[in-house]
């Protein structure tokens, strides 16, 4: 029987799991799943979770889990998941499988979707490293609900000083389905909060795409915050052999992540910006294989 790996990411709402053999990567099998009932409250529970999910067990683990915030949570589940499948295991936060998907073992990863973080590994000491990702209300710079968060903020400031309606403040309106300015502050405060912020987030670049100048201005301010995080992170020992952009509003909106590489270009000259083109999965499977290979060394 051929030696096999398989690594999982499990994301807020779904999860994808690949096998693979180990002597050379070949994917033998790759399914997509809802990843309903995921939870790291429990570690056990979240271990037999992911066991139950496992179509067969292979011969080592990597898996990038969504909510395993701290190496410290990552390895108790890791050590978990030890115990039940008696395989050796990996487990770090799903950002950490940007990188290696984008075929890079060291570097910075940077995810922009709903929330914001980045992620990143200490030059010397390998100890993981991270900035942002403290939700909406605190923080998530850069991330669709910042975006809208910031286009809001911006369009009522605007009005404050008295300026002519800008293409943002209608965008607005009509993406909450409300009539006026107060309107908009109450129904983006009480009416589902910041839960419902993210989704109206391509109104912000449709209205950049039309002339904007608040939604131009609220864009490039999103990804020079992006970038102040990786410079944080930097700050602090991280390497920067490559920094990979990945999540659903950088990857689908290049008006993003040219302001980020613009930003990235003045904090880090030399740091590589890259958009990850791979399902971060891959950067699982590829933890995998590298662990794999390490141990028959």
């Not at 809802?34 to 790291?40: A, D, I, L, M, N």
């Not at 910075?108 to 979707?113: K, L, M, S, Y």
């Not at 992170?233 to 999540?247: M, N, P």
């Not at 613009?262 to 880090?268: E, I, P, S, V």
Request: aromatic share 4%.
């Amino acid at each position: 029987m051929r030696t096999t790996v398989a690594g999982i990411d499990i994301g807020g709402t779904k999860t994808r799991i690949v096998h693979a053999h180990a002597h050379d990567g070949t994917v033998i099998e790759d399914h997509t799943l809802p990843s309903t009932g995921w939870q790291t409250r429990s570690l056990p529970d979240a271990a037999a979770w992911i066991v139950e999910r496992l179509t067969d067990v292979p011969d080592r683990l990597a898996v990038g889990a969504h909510a395993c915030e701290t190496p410290e949570q990552c390895e108790r589940l890791a050590a978990e998941l030890r115990t039940l499948l008696s395989i050796p295991v990996t487990v770090v936060n799903d950002a950490e499988l940007l990188v290696p998907a984008a075929g890079f073992e060291h570097g910075i990863g940077v995810v922009a979707g709903t929330g914001s973080i980045a992620v990143g590994r200490h030059r010397e000491t390998g100890a993981h490293l991270a900035a942002g990702g403290w939700g909406w209300v605190l923080g998530d710079e850069g991330s669709g609900s910042a975006l809208v968060r910031e286009a809001a903020r911006a369009v009522l400031a605007h009005a404050d000083e008295g300026g002519a309606p800008d293409p943002l403040e209608k965008a607005l309106l009509v993406a909450f389905a409300v009539p006026t300015l107060p309107e908009l502050a109450d129904a983006m405060s009480w009416d589902g909060g910041v839960n419902t912020w993210g989704r109206h987030a391509p109104v912000v670049f449709t209205a950049a795409d039309g002339g904007s100048a608040l939604a131009a201005r609220v864009i490039e301010e999103g990804g020079r915050e992006l970038a102040v995080l990786v410079g944080r992170i930097a700050a602090r020992g991280a390497r920067t052999d490559a920094v990979v952009a990945a999540g659903g509003v950088i990857t689908a909106r290049p008006r993003l992540f040219d302001a980020f590489a613009r930003a990235l270009a003045d904090r880090l000259p030399g740091a590589v910006p890259v958009l990850l083109d791979a399902p971060p999965v891959m950067g699982a499977l590829a933890l995998a294989l590298r662990e794999y290979r390490i141990g028959r060394i």
